[in-house]
């Protein structure tokens, strides 16, 4: 291959855009079938490419190594049209030999030397063209100082070291191309490369590298110190140093020993290291504490190193403000002072205001000068005192000038020795912006016997009632305390409860048990929370907004109680069955209810109704059974959705037994016996039911009965049967 024809390529870039602007005309030139590409009938296809990439001598196209690519070009023949149609992304594309040359949609690359088939296939035409790879150098080739460098070579840190790079071609002169190679070091902790000049950093052996189109030479590099150690001079301090935060830095110095004998010093030359700047930092030797811990501080000089261990820990226990916790301010207010007080470490304390550092973290809404806190506008700001390692920070909240002011509640009750926080307290401003200032009016009690205010708290002394007045500014608001007798227990009206969807529906009753056993009506008082979103709580009535099962809980001072709410659609109509009731005495019975809904679907009801008695000595009832209990008539009534049905209930006494007067009779006929019937209950009362019973007689031909009235009418015998309340008795008649 003529070497010139690569000193040459750059005579292609001259005439490859007129090989481009060619290929773009015959592209336009078929546009116009394109719109019926897939009906197009292909009669052959051909290559074209750049005529500087071929050699004509070895009749291919040339490529090299990690340099220019080559373009080829597919062109299909169409049927029936002159122009060509570029294919070169469609066709298929290989090389015979991808270790030599490679190919991807017609961009050849050339990977080693060696020559290399390549051939592209379109619609089952295929067509081939040699392709040839080689090196832009057959080497390349690392000098020293104008002569051919050494595969290894040693060097103290300290000594320069240049190296520079010639590529080699047959019959050509060599060429500098140390500017255009690629340098590498093996260890850059050793030394590192740019173009050719080496940088000595550390001690050992380091492999570098230039590599340029294929090609690499390297040069092993053993770096040694020139000095056999280096050591740290702490004064008394031994190998710890110690430091106290805010006090004196420590002054370290460095010196080496040279192989050749003696010391030197080396402090401002060394490289200072700390292996956490956060502890402590070194500047040529001197080291400043920064925070409490321990790091480690490394000296090294030209390939020798050595370290000393570095503690840092703060001279005082804790720093202590005045006040303590978050403080509050109006704008207008004068200037807060702040105190700070440290404790050290052999626990005595020190007034430090006028020497700590303060800060505020937002100067828009406060400064602060040796502690004093200037309010500036309405925010709120952190105020920071440090002082040498210890530090403590208040939170300082400025509120605006205000016109109103206004309590969250009027009334608040409570019972004795219960203590609660006060209520929320809003302000409203000039441009009528409500503010919360819970914590800077100042609370008093009118009746300090009944209840006293405390840390933000008010506590309830004996029973009664106290005005509590709240105050800023000259503005004041009052809410009253009513203390009551202390809670024992809270007694809901109902606990399962059925409201209609999207009604409003009154919340249930409910009544407190107090300490002394007195109830009392506490609807009014009780504030109501609701386990769900499906549901809306007003002042006096709830609403709900979607079908769903919540639990509503009640809540009056200390003691709560809930009820079970389930919020569904409309019943219409309420079926009980049976529509009456008797029962004897210690007997029960259940009750069905079934609801209709507006949609038409059908829900029982019974467990769900409220049920009541009218007269619980006569019947009870709970959940859909009804008991006996004594002899009587009452009637249960039962509730839902508002809607109610009642069942009249009859008890009766259960009958035990039938006695008649008389087991058996005889007559003459025209005789008459009046029988008697007395029934045994099982209350032990009995009573006579001869008129209540039912009289038969087997054969009205001997004789008849009436209400217990027996007449014999001829001769002969007869039964007669008195039935009452399912029992049946007997008497034998004969008449003669």
Do not use: C
Request: proline share 3%.
């Amino acid at each position: 291959m003529n070497f010139s024809l690569r000193l040459n390529k750059s005579l292609k870039g001259t005439r490859r855009w007129l090989s481009a602007a060619l290929a773009f005309v015959l592209v336009m030139t078929s546009m116009t079938g394109v719109v019926n590409a897939a009906e197009d009938t292909v009669n052959g296809i051909e290559f074209n490419y750049d005529s500087t990439d071929y050699n004509s001598s070895t009749s291919s196209l040339e490529t090299f190594v990690e340099d220019d690519q080559v373009n080829l070009t597919v062109f299909a023949s169409i049927s029936g049209s002159s122009s060509k149609k570029e294919v070169t992304a469609d066709a298929t594309w290989k090389s015979s030999n991808t270790a030599l040359v490679k190919v991807e949609k017609g961009i050849l690359t050339g990977v080693g030397k060696g020559t290399a088939t390549i051939s592209a296939t379109y619609k089952g035409y295929t067509i081939s063209i040699k392709a040839s790879s080689d090196y832009v150098y057959d080497s390349v080739t690392l000098m020293q100082n104008g002569i051919t460098a050494p595969a290894t070579t040693d060097i103290e840190i300290g000594q320069n070291l240049v190296f520079t790079l010639n590529g080699l071609k047959a019959n050509q002169e060599p060429k500098n191309v140390t500017s255009d190679a690629v340098w590498t070091t093996s260890n850059a902790a050793i030394a590192t490369v740019d173009e050719g000049a080496i940088t000595l950093l550390g001690v050992g052996a380091v492999t570098i590298t230039a590599k340029l189109k294929g090609k690499s030479d390297s040069i092993t590099v053993n770096v040694t110190s020139p000095y056999k150690s280096i050591t740290i001079d702490s004064g008394n301090s031994g190998n710890l140093v110690e430091l106290d935060i805010g006090y004196d830095d420590k002054v370290l110095t460095a010196s080496v020993a040279p192989k050749t004998g003696g010391t030197l010093p080396v402090t401002n030359e060394a490289k200072w290291v700390s292996a956490n700047e956060k502890v402590a930092s070194v500047k040529k030797g001197v080291i400043t504490a920064v925070s409490a811990g321990k790091t480690t501080i490394t000296v090294s000089y030209k390939g020798v190193s050595t370290s000393i261990d570095v503690v840092v820990r703060t001279a005082f226990q804790s720093i202590k403000l005045s006040p303590e916790k978050e403080y509050h301010l109006l704008l207008q207010d004068a200037p807060l002072q702040v105190k700070a007080d440290v404790l050290d470490n052999k626990n005595n304390s020190d007034d430090v205001t006028d020497k700590a550092d303060w800060t505020s973290s937002n100067v828009v809404v406060a400064t602060v000068t040796a502690g004093k806190i200037f309010p500036k506008s309405v925010g709120t700001t952190k105020i920071t005192a440090n002082y040498k390692g210890v530090s403590r920070s208040i939170e300082i909240t400025v509120y605006p000038s205000i016109t109103e002011l206004t309590v969250e509640t009027e009334t608040i009750d409570g019972y004795t020795e219960i203590s609660e926080n006060l209520p929320k307290v809003m302000a409203t401003t000039f441009d009528g912006t409500k503010v919360d200032v819970s914590k800077i009016v100042v609370w008093t009690s009118a009746d300090e016997k009944v209840a006293t205010i405390k840390d933000g708290q008010w506590t309830a002394k004996t029973l009664g009632k106290s005005v509590l007045t709240a105050a800023l500014q000259g503005y004041k608001t009052n809410v009253t305390l009513v203390v009551h007798m202390k809670p024992l227990k809270l007694i809901a009206g109902v606990k399962d409860l059925s409201i209609i969807l999207g009604k409003e529906t009154p919340f249930p009753s409910v009544t407190v048990v107090n300490e002394d056993g007195e109830e009392e009506d506490i609807s009014s008082r009780v504030k109501w929370k609701s386990s769900s979103e499906d549901i809306v709580l007003k002042e006096k009535s709830m609403k709900g907004l979607d079908v769903a099962s919540i639990t509503l809980t009640a809540t009056y001072l200390t003691k709560s109680v809930t009820v079970r709410v389930k919020i569904e659609e409309e019943i219409v109509k309420l079926v009980v069955d049976p529509i009456s009731l008797d029962l004897y005495p210690g007997r029960s019975k259940s009750v069905k209810v079934t609801g209709y809904y507006k949609s038409g679907k059908q829900v029982s009801l019974g467990s769900k109704m409220n049920w009541e008695s009218g007269n619980p000595n006569i019947a009870t009832v709970s959940s859909t059974t009804v008991k006996g209990v004594a002899v009587g008539t009452t009637k249960i009534t039962g509730s839902y959705q508002g809607k109610t049905v009642i069942v009249p209930v009859v008890i009766s006494p259960k009958l035990k037994s039938l006695v008649l007067s008389s087991k058996s009779v005889q007559l003459s006929p025209g005789g008459i016996y009046s029988a008697k019937l007395q029934a045994n209950f099982t209350t032990g009362n009995p009573a006579d039911v001869t008129d209540n019973a039912v009289w038969t007689s087997s054969k009205a031909s001997v004789a008849t009965v009436v209400n217990g009235k027996i007449i014999a009418v001829s001769k002969g015998s007869a039964s007669i049967k008195a039935t009452y309340a399912g029992k049946s008795v007997t008497i034998r008649v004969s008449v003669k």
